[in-house]
């Protein structure tokens, strides 16, 4: 359905045919930004044709991306991403704003970052709106995620004034041993479409703070959602007579990540997505010694020991596992069950399920509960994957099917009888399927938890004091997010998140997580006259 027009291999004189092909078709066809409805649209200073690529000014000689609404497959409005060259000359300007930003002291960039926060308050609804409009997600969930922004924001300006570094005793007289941080330089954010502005969020209030200028590639799927956000952050640089490039934007697809993952230029590569395409990218990343920070898939689970408070249980699993119509890297993918709460668990999870469905509808709409996947890849996926777990000997409890209305909706599905180590049960499909397992202890249940590759969220829901501790320490749960009686998705911005193993281990948001857009200098000062060297050694 989603339609991406690539031009990126025609010769010049294509091109133009090309561009005027496109031109000609936008102008026939129908955009939901010309409905009343979706007016918020022009309130966040969105046309049917956007520029994708900022620098300081907006341009982009790339492909023409349409992008859909999932809930019904119509076109919202086009942008016109960027190419190789056009990522080209935004380094170039990134790297000369560098020298601007690094300047500024980082109380004062925390005063830009602050203001950054009050734009987005201010736009808090209609980008909301356009995050549930073109990803798909519930309206209070797409407002959610421009609230995680913001919190992201008030935490890095506090921070601004916190990036402490240390003064060790050294074993030398006259000498001082200092921990320095210093900004890395040009931050790349490559992000995936479930959290189109809120990743970026993450990654862009603590990389302002700490002295980096950014350049962004969002999903191809989501431009709307990244030009949005960028004309908000570029209207308080330029308000400020800050350069443009200090967060630059370059919309595109995998030609742009690929660029920057090569990129010398580029010290840190941010990436969330695919543990697939995370591998390539930090692959390529690390053979030019440079760094990459890793958000990539989870395949989390629920572990529920017999003590646990069945109604919590089913109402934490029911919005981490079909919430978001499963498209959360923190989604709940299996549900470990002591077989003595398996029954009630399982009976009541079914009933919470049904009363999901006629909560089904435009992610927009007020009181919708459960939207539809992002696009027909999803919906493949998903057949796909019901179709091999019942082959595997899998049983429908509830759903499995597409549903048979306009858009990308499928039945949230639950499914049991297969073993933890099943192959689609060890795999993360993107897609609102629970796994519901069998377990006899909680040894048992943090093997299951712990025998998949992924490592992002996990939790425990007991009222049993030493399984909560077993579950947190050294032979518990192997994951970067490990929960009691909560659910696996939904975290707070002041920890660290981010996941072990195939997960990636990087970490973002809160926490220690901005030590990782800065590079630690050890300085040893000599303020003495005699040059005594470590360890005592003599050399003379
Ligand atoms: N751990 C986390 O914090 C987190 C958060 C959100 C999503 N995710 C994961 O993201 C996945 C879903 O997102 P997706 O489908 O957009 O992921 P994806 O891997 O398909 O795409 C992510 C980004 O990578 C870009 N890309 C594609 N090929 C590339 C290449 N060869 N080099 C560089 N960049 C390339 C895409 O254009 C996109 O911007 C899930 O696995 C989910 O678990 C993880």
Redesign the pocket.
Known sequence: MALLFVARNLRATEKLAFSYTIRNMSSTQKFLIDQPKYSFLKELGLEKRNAGVYNGKWFGNGEVLQTFCPANGELIAEVQAGTVDDYDQCVVESRKAWNVWADIPAPKRGEIVRQIGVALRDKLEPLGKLVSLEMGKILPEGIGEVQEYVDVCDYAVGLSRMMEGKVIPSERPNHALLEMWNPLGTVGV??????PVA?YGWNNALSLVCGNTLIW?????TPLCSVATTKIIADVLEQNNLPGAICSLVS???D???A??KDVRIPLVS????????R??AL?VQSRFGRSLL????NNAILVDESADVDLVVRAALFACAGTAG????TTRRLVLHDKVYDAILAKLVKAYEQLLPRTGDPIEAGVMYGPLHNQMAVDQYSAAIKEAVASGGKIEFGGKVMDRPGFFVEPTIISNLKGDTPVVMT?T?VPILYVLKCSSLEEAIQINNQVDQG?SSSLFTQNMGQVFKWLGPKGSDCGIVNVNIPTSGAEIGGA???EKH??G?R?SGSDSWKQYMRRSTCTINYGKDLPLAQGIKFE
């Open positions: 490559i992000s995936a479409f479930n959290f990743v590639k969002g999903a191809p799927s595109g697809g995998a742009v990540g690929i920057m993952a990436f969330t997505g695919s543990t697939k395409v995370g390539e990218v390529t958000e990539l898939g989870g498209q959360r890297c923190t993360e993107f992002l998140f981010g996941g997960t990636g990087g973002e």
